[in-house]
Structure formats: structure tokens, C-alpha cells
């Protein structure tokens, strides 16, 4: 089945420790996002790729970082200098001209 | 600034009854619209979208919205809410046009309880 995976679904790390968060998507779509969701605030875009090799910053990339070495793969590294990086972490990805986006299950990830 | 403004933070209706959901927006152009679905600890999963044309758009589940350019308004409806239907619901808005793809702009959401 045609999907996007985030893995994994739970994820619990020490403070000061980086952290990458998996996505994978086989539906051959050329854009991928991650947005952060935190209670009553909605989800908040944080990096997104329209095509490998190239991402760029969204609303709140500060203390994150990804790549984009194949079409498939998106991973996201929450490194040490995000301030509050408790949160449920969504992937998406999306066709290159249409703006619909399909989204994985999510990990949320505790930081203790 | 571009927003998203779900008024109704928590709603709560009885099964079988009707159901609105608020969703105004703050864009410069008319941008492409959606309803997403997300049940707890779940992604998100699309209810329906707007693009052009029909100001009224039906969706799945039993879903649709209709766009008000006048009112910046893209409110969700059900005539008859089913128990599992309860959940929290997304409003997001999207460039127009297909130089982009999928940055979106959410509103806070609306969890949406249903009495038995």
C-alpha cells in the first residue's frame, strides 16, 4: 500500500541529546513537509522540500535540521538547540502541482 | 499576516443532531482550501478541499463545506453527526495556484465531542 511511515511512533531522548525522527513515503511525490502540532495550537510548518537536495526554513525551523538525499526520505534531527522540543511530530508529502497534502501517523517525542 | 481562525475550540453535539464548524481565514488572493480529520494520536487525514469552482464542496463521511469569498469563510457541515465522528478538526489554507505544494497554514483546531 502507498503510504507515508514515520517511525518511530514513540520517542523519548535526554535534554542535550540530537534526535532524528524518520519519514519515508513511496507515493513518488516530489514535495515532503514536517510540521510540529502542540496542544491548541494547530501544526506549525517547520522545514519542507519540493525537490531533492533542496529544503527550505519554515514558520519555526530554529533548533532543527533535515535532508533530502533521496526522493523517499525526509528525516528530521532535533538537535540540542530546540528550546522545547516536546511535541507530536507530523510528515507530509504532496504532488508537485497540487497542493493537497497526505500525512503519516505522527511521532511524538518526549524529552526528558 | 496570513491566518487561519477556528473560533470554536471545543464543540460538543448530541448524536443524530447537525453539525457547523467555523473556519475563517486572512489571506491576500483566495487560496486553496481544506478540512482535515485527526483522531487522537493519529495523523491527519483530509475531509475536503476547495480549489476553484463550486462554492460548495462535498467531502467524505457525509462532510461539506461551502466557501464565502465575501466572509473569507469556509465552514464544515454534517446534517446528522454520527459517534465517531468525534475527533479534532483542521482548518488550513494553502497558496494558490501550482507554483507550490502543500505549505499549509492551520487554524488551532476544533475538538468536536458527540453525546450519546
Known amino acids: 500500500d502507498g503510504g507515508i511511515t514515520q517511525s518511530p511512533k514513540y520517542l523519548f531522548r535526554k535534554e542535550g541529546q540530537n534526535v532524528t525522527l524518520s519519514c519515508e513515503q513511496n507515493?513518488?511525490?516530489?514535495?515532503m513537509y514536517w510540521y510540529r502540532q502542540d496542544p491548541g495550537q494547530g501544526l506549525r510548518l517547520i522545514y519542507y522540500s519540493q525537490i531533492v537536495n533542496d529544503f527550505q526554513k519554515g514558520d519555526i525551523a530554529e533548533g532543527y535540521s533535515v535532508s533530502r538525499e533521496k526522493k523517499e526520505s525526509f528525516p528530521l534531527t532535533v538537535t540540542s538547540a530546540q528550546k522545547n522540543p516536546t511535541a507530536f511530530y507530523l510528515c507530509a508529502s504532496s504532488p508537485k502541482w497540487n497542493t493537497e497534502a497526505f500525512f503519516g501517523q505522527g511521532t511524538r517525542l518526549t524529552v526528558v | 499576516a496570513q491566518s487561519v481562525t477556528q473560533p470554536d475550540i471545543h464543540i460538543t453535539v448530541s448524536e443524530g443532531a447537525s453539525l457547523e464548524l467555523r473556519c475563517n481565514y486572512s489571506?491576500?488572493?483566495?487560496?486553496?482550501l481544506f478540512w482535515y480529520v485527526q483522531s487522537p494520536g493519529q495523523g491527519l487525514q483530509l475531509l475536503l478541499k476547495y480549489f476553484s469552482g463550486d462554492t460548495l464542496v462535498q467531502g467524505i463521511k457525509g462532510f461539506e463545506a461551502e466557501f464565502k469569498r465575501s466572509q473569507s469563510s469556509f465552514n464544515l457541515r454534517k446534517p446528522s453527526v454520527h459517534w465517531s465522528d468525534a475527533a479534532e478538526y483542521f482548518c488550513?489554507?494553502?497558496?494558490?495556484?501550482?507554483?507550490?505544494?502543500?505549505?499549509?497554514?492551520f487554524g488551532q483546531g476544533t475538538t468536536l465531542q458527540v453525546k450519546p
Open positions: 488550513a489554507v494553502g497558496p494558490p495556484g501550482s507554483s507550490n505544494t502543500g505549505k499549509l497554514i
Open positions: 507515493l513518488n511525490h516530489d514535495a
Open positions: 489571506y491576500g488572493a483566495t487560496p486553496y
